[in-house]
């Protein structure tokens, strides 16, 4: 497998350090692509990669080519847009990395395979260390046999691994990942407002939560920068809106009520119409904390 050729689109907090990861455990990252032509020239010049001005240059010179971008419309963008990846795709295989909607995975991958190419999806539920030091949880969706074929790649950028079923469902499992996620961070986020309105020592809370049945992954990562009010961006809450309406969508296409992720869903909309939402997820505090945001 290292001795294929790997392309990036999308370098931004996962990207670039998913091409760093790769880079330094031997493989041959040999085209990189962003919207940001400054970004495309430093990472190139850090990895030793072709810094693509064009999409198709980015298929043409990768053998694997891992996209990351930020939702449905720049994944139509880059698949079906004037200049796409699809051009001269021919034996390729692609791997997506985002969370987006079921539909625009199962569309890729049709037109994937009219090109003669395979796509797979590679859902993260993962932060930018974790992209860094090649310890991704993935969640894997498409042809189960290419998946075996670009299995040690995958290794590599993971510490767990799970092939989920055909196109779609991978990310129809993240969705669902995040939806209770998020669920959790804004139930955290009140918690701790309520218990500063009521003058509780915070610290004495956190440690409470942590050794009774609110303990959670979400009190580990989240809690203490939700007092300091430190919200640099890992997962941020714009993402976090997003992530949640797309599982408020499965819902409603099931014919199941959900009124937390509803909820969730409003608290992190207002948080990003704020002009908040770059924000890490924990900046949902800003909402529920008497004299911050609101």
Do not use: W
């Not at 495309?40 to 891992?66: F, M, W, Y």
């Not at 469902?169 to 669920?183: C, F, Q, R």
């Not at 003058?199 to 989240?222: C, F, H, I, K, Y």
């Amino acid at each position: 497998m290292k001795d294929q050729k790997i392309g990036f689109v999308g370098l931004g907090r996962m990207g670039g350090n998913m091409a760093r990861c790769l880079h330094d455990r031997g493989y041959h990252v040999a085209a990189v692509f962003d919207l940001n032509p400054e970004v495309t020239s430093e990472l190139a010049a850090e990895v030793g990669a072709t810094a693509c001005s064009n999409l198709a240059a980015v298929t043409a010179g990768s053998d694997i080519v891992l996209t990351i971008v930020t939702n449905d419309a720049a994944m139509e963008a880059i698949y079906f847009g004037e200049d796409n990846l699809l051009m001269g795709a021919a034996g390729r295989t692609f791997i997506n990395c985002a969370t987006l909607t079921p539909a625009i995975h199962g569309r890729i991958d049709s037109a994937a395979k009219d090109a003669g190419a395979v796509s797979l999806e590679a859902c993260m539920a993962s932060s930018i260390p974790q992209a860094r030091n090649g310890s991704l949880f993935l969640m894997i969706g498409g042809d189960e046999a290419e998946f075996t074929r670009v299995k040690p790649l995958l290794d590599d950028l993971s510490e767990a691994l799970h092939f989920v079923g055909p196109a779609g469902k991978a990310s129809e499992v993240k969705a669902l990942v995040n939806m209770i996620m998020n669920i959790n961070t804004a139930a955290l986020a009140e918690g701790l407002g309520i218990g500063h309105a009521l003058g509780l020592d915070l610290d004495m809370l956190l440690r409470v939560l942590g050794q009774t049945g609110a303990r959670s992954r979400v009190l580990e990562t989240d809690g203490a920068d939700m007092v300091a009010r430190d919200h640099e961006c890992y997962f941020s809450a714009e993402h976090a809106a997003k992530d949640s309406g797309i599982a408020l969508k499965l819902a409603e296409s099931a014919g199941i009520p959900a009124p937390l992720a509803q909820a969730t869903f409003a608290q992190y909309t207002k948080l990003t119409a704020m002009g908040l939402g770059q924000l890490d997820k924990s900046g949902i505090a800003e909402l529920t904390f008497k004299g911050r945001a609101i």
